[in-house]
Nanobody
Framework: QVQLVESGGGLVQPGGTLRLSCAAS?????????????MGWYRQAPGKERELVAT???????NYADSVKGRFTISRDNAKNTVYLQMNSLKPEDTAVYYC?????????????WGQGTQVTVSS
């Protein structure tokens, strides 16, 4: 019912910045309304499990992995159903595929949607 589309990934040098965006929209076949609760960013490096990067509630309360605190900032625009991840002081170990997710409810049921992922590569 809801699809998430990420953008903003790419190749950046160590110490550089990137801003990821993730927009939620209704799928073309869906006619129901939805409300988004928490949104988040996760990442998965080659050979590793997917890990939490940051989350944000509908009231903009945030939570960060220790490895990104002070460098990454998650934010959201509720009017646009979009979540952002501002990444500063990037390190090679930040290299991964970044996925956004959204917990949303439609009617009396709630779901968890995932985006397709966007590659972030930090390398000189």
């Amino acid at each position: 019912q809801v699809q998430l589309v990420e953008s903003g990934g790419g190749l950046v040098q160590p110490g550089g910045t990137l801003r990821l965006s993730c927009a939620a929209s209704r799928t073309t076949l869906s006619r129901t309304t939805f409300s988004i609760n928490a949104m988040g960013w996760y990442r998965q490096a080659p050979g590793k499990e997917r890990e939490l990067v940051a989350t944000i509630t509908s009231g903009s309360m945030t939570n960060y992995a220790d490895s990104v605190k002070g460098r990454f900032t998650i934010s959201r625009d509720n009017a646009k159903n979009t979540v952002y991840l501002q990444m500063n002081s990037l390190k090679p170990e930040d290299t991964a595929v970044y996925y956004c997710n959204a917990h949303y409810c439609s009617g009396s049921r709630c779901y968890l949607a995932w985006g397709q992922g966007t590659q972030v590569t930090v390398s000189s």
